[in-house]
């Protein structure tokens, strides 16, 4: 939309003393907003909107703070507070919002600096736009109450803005948000004179407190207000000096960096923590100048520490600093409190969700399964043992051409039975075994685990699998070679029942070992470089970032690439010790027999037989199963991981217009803490309260 109100006012010359007016005249002739636009604020002022005089609906205090509050929010700021921007959208001054002030007050909100435009208005009581010595000094003592630290409004800084005689020189818009700007800082160091009766640039722990109660409040999170005292154990004074204290004021107005800056440097860390050195010298590698000083770092670290130098701290330590609503762990729990028989309903629907978890994730495994099939039959085929001197199969394409020959399409399909009866516990128990142990080896504060556990993890769940995978590994292969033993042979085909029991329970588990050989440094190796892809590589987790549909699967597709190709000579070797030799072809007796012949016969490319088809069949199938198991994890049961959420990481639900509302908010609450609770329970300070409505009536 185009700009309809200057920036550009009462700094240029007088003849901008009616720029409200005009301002406010030109909004309402504006027609450039879209419809959807203007149909979304007239369905909030319509559903907030419960006072009705003479057919026409209007907003009160109440339900105006209603209307354009956040519904979630970050920040310490109440909702009771958002009833200072009635004063500006209530344009009349009759203590209602009408349509018509409404739509004025959204297209402001539109504005980029609507922030400081807000407060600028708040300050300007006469609507004259400018505002002078009276108007900041009454509206600023109407705002901080008598038991405040005292300002002196006869200081050379507000003389600089203001001029030496009072009405010499009023503020324009521009000059009100440099003054506004640098006011906390003048605050700042006028109590600190006032606090410092001796005079030796020393306050005590309480007053330093009370300093920043008034200031920053609504910054810091109950845990840092209740150890503010506790930054005087810096020195060995026992008090807090000048320096401290601007540094103090420093960190909190810097904090955004602050967080971006220990979010950068923790992700780098190996082990996910920093200490003091680490935040410097990040500070520095990012940043034109020294963003922070070393008393400002100690200032971070002792508050993140709770007051231990020595130790290197995660990002979670941090959270009682970055975010103003962290609460301890033990609060969390007590809120989220369940009775007895919640809780039990609770487990019970979540047994529930897990068992159909399984089904679901199984069902996507078999899905998978089904699809690369053909290339799992080929591949068994092409690793199978020749007559010595002989070639059964050229390569996969050659293997594929004479299954379709000799037995048609349904000969790639053939022992898909067992396959797809296996695929849910396998996928189960490997998926489960995985995350326990993860979750048992995870640092419960950084979210690290280191590379060895890693490995661990990935490979107990792959040894775990064996107890289902090899049982139906031996099924699925001789239920492959029938077709081809049928044709050449004249056998009679038999079904999975029969070789079950041919085999019996011991038979079911021949060649487990060369089994384990594959599935443990598979495991270990997909779920490693999976993890590690996923971090390192797409950057989850980075300030809050949330992988997408193609970066998860991207992520599960890759890593299965050199956990299939590396493993291929275990896979090659099972298939040997599974498949019931005939006559003329190799017989092994075990495992390192195997590996012996196949590297003496046949050279050692013999052992890598069918990599190429295990990276095009174990990529997909895993990378679907795995993409299916993160969507599955994140609903409804999401464990609760340890994360610190702030206003930079929590995803954006609020309109624009409710997040400038609050940011403007929170520069007058840089005058005050208590900005706003005062003087809603007062009328205007220069202004006259215009007559109340005749025969106002409240609709339900």
Known sequence: ?????????????????????????????????????????????????????????????????????????????????????????????????????????????????????????????????TITFDEFKNVFLANVGPSAIPFDFDCDWVKLYLGRKNGA?????????????????????????????????????????????????????????????????????GRISYSEVIAFQNVIREMDMVERILREATAKSKDGRIDQSDFLNHSAAISRYALFTPMEASIIFHFAGRGSREKKLALLDFAQLLDPQWRTPHEVLEANEVSPKASLLQGVLKSAYSFAQGGTV??????????????????????????????????????????????????????????????????????????????????????RIKLGWELIAGGMAGGCQVIFTNPLEIVKIRLQIQGEAAKLEGAVKTGAAHIVRQLGVVGLYKGASACLLRDIPFS?????????????????GYNGKQLSFLETLGAAGIAGMPAAYLTTPADVVKTRLQVEARQGQTHYKGL???????NKEEGFKALFKGGPARILRSSPQFGFTLLAYEYLQKYPWQDNKSEVKTALTTPKRDEMSQIRARNALKILLDVHGDFGRRAANFSHPLVKQAPPPTSPSKTA
């Open 362 to 447: 199984g069902i996507a495994g078999a899905f998978g399964a089904t699809i690369v099939y053909p290339i799992d039959m080929g591949k068994m085929q092409n690793q199978r043992s020749t007559v010595v001197g002989q070639m059964l199969y050229k390569n996969s394409i050659d293997c594929a051409q004479k299954i379709f020959r000799n037995e048609g399409l349904m000969g790639f399909y053939r022992g898909l039975g067992p396959q797809l009866i296996g695929v849910a516990p396998e996928k189960a128990i490997k998926l489960t075994v995985n995350g326990l142990v993860r979750g048992r080896a995870m640092d419960p504060e950084t979210g």
């Open 169 to 237: 020189h009023v503020l324009g818009y521009n000059e009100f948000t440099q003054l506004m700007k640098g006011l906390q800082g003048e605050r700042l160091r006028q109590a600190f004179k006032y606090l410092d009766k001796d005079q030796d640039g020393f306050i005590r722990p309480e007053e330093f407190k009370q300093i920043i109660l008034e200031i920053a409040g609504h910054k810091l999170s109950d845990a840092v207000i209740e150890r503010l005292p506790t930054l005087c154990t810096l020195t060995p004074s």
């Open 524 to 540: 270990a190796i997909y779920f490693t470089a999976y993890s590690h892809l996923k971090k390192d590589i797409f950057h989850e």
């Open 1 to 129: 939309m185009t700009r309809v109100i200057s920036t550009v006012h009462c700094d240029a010359d007088a003849a901008s003393s009616s720029l409200t007016g005009s301002a406010l005249k030109s909004v309402r002739s504006v027609v450039a907003a879209p419809e959807n636009e203007m149909k979304r604020w007239r369905r909030i002022f319509e559903a907030n909107a419960k006072v009705v005089i003479d057919g026409e609906k209007y907003l009160d205090p109440d339900n105006f703070v209603n209307a354009i509050a956040p519904k979630s929010d970050s920040t310490k700021i109440g909702r009771a507070q958002f009833a200072i921007l009635f004063r500006v959208a209530d344009s009349s001054k009759r203590g209602l919002v009408s349509w018509d002030d409404f739509t004025v007050f959204e297209t402001l909100l539109k504005r980029p600096d609507a922030d400081y435009w807000i407060a600028f208005q708040y300050f300007d009581v006469d609507s004259s736009g």
């Open 592 to 598: 390192t027999d195997a590996f012996v012949k196949i």
